[in-house]
T-cell receptor, first 114, second 110 residues
Framework: EADIYQTPRYLVIGTGKKITLECSQT?????MYWYQQDPGMELHLIHY???????EKGDLSSESTVSRIRTEHFPLTLESARPSHTSQYLC?????????????FGSGTQLSVL | RKEVEQDPGPFNVPEGATVAFNCTYS??????FFWYRQDCRKEPKLLMS???SGNEDGRFTAQLNRASQYISLLIRDSKLSDSATYLC???????????FGGGTRVLVKP
């Protein structure tokens, strides 16, 4: 089993609140990712990091921001939550195993903004 | 055109039957290919990597066709527990960003 953890598992919050979704991994992986996924829809990469102090925007534009101050920690922040931010947010990390880049996912945070 | 495309399904499969589906990719420089499985409201989990020569893991067989730029997944003797969404994942090279397909939903029924 992968050692990557996301908290909270579920979050219901009102519009305008600042929220931070936590993601931590204990595998020492340099690469970490945030994906957004609506029910029954495909995964969209919103942020990724290839190491400490490295962050990049993904394929899908997002109003969220991320930081990578420590290898094991990759939090995602929404300064002012809106109903359109309601979605599942999946954090992942990856490690190279031979020629393969193996991706490990956290259990996700289901965010509902009222 | 999406970089990685899959038939969304659902594929309704009788228990014990065989089901197969493909995933096409547009980047001819793609080098690494994977199948992930995602259960409803759960995180994706690696099912199997796809080798150039094709590979088998129990009831699951993955194949790569570079000429036509697609990978396939075949499930034999389907079980009810095989019901899930199967995600195709492609990357240009090891270490590069992984691109997900939209997933193919499989429903195995008694």
């Amino acid at each position: 089993e992968a050692d990557i953890y996301q908290t909270p598992r579920y979050l219901v919050i009102g519009t305008g609140k600042k929220i931070t979704l936590e993601c931590s991994q204990t595998m020492g992986h340099d690469k970490m990712y945030w994906y957004q996924q609506d029910p029954g829809m495909e995964l969209h990469l919103i942020h990724y990091s290839y190491g400490v102090n490295s962050t990049e925007k993904g394929d899908l534009s997002s109003e969220s921001t991320v930081s990578r101050i420590r290898t094991e920690h990759f939090p995602l922040t929404l300064e002012s939550a809106r109903p359109s931010h309601t979605s599942q947010y999946l954090c992942a990390s990856s490690a190279r195993q031979g020629v393969w880049e193996k991706l490990f996912f956290g259990s996700g945070t289901q965010l509902s903004v009222l | 055109r999406k970089e990685v495309e899959q038939d969304p399904g659902p594929f309704n499969v009788p228990e014990g039957a065989t089901v197969a589906f493909n995933c096409t990719y547009s980047n001819s420089a793609s080098q690494s290919f994977f199948w992930y499985r995602q259960d409803c409201r759960k995180e994706p989990k690696l099912l199997m990597s796809v080798y150039s020569s094709g590979n088998e893991d129990g009831r699951f067989t993955a194949q790569l066709n570079r000429a036509s730029q697609y990978i396939s997944l075949l499930i034999r003797d389907s079980k009810l527990s095989d019901s899930a969404t199967y995600l195709c994942v492609v990357s240009e090279a090891a270490g590069n960003k992984l691109t997900f397909g939209g997933g193919t939903r499989v429903l195995v029924k008694p």
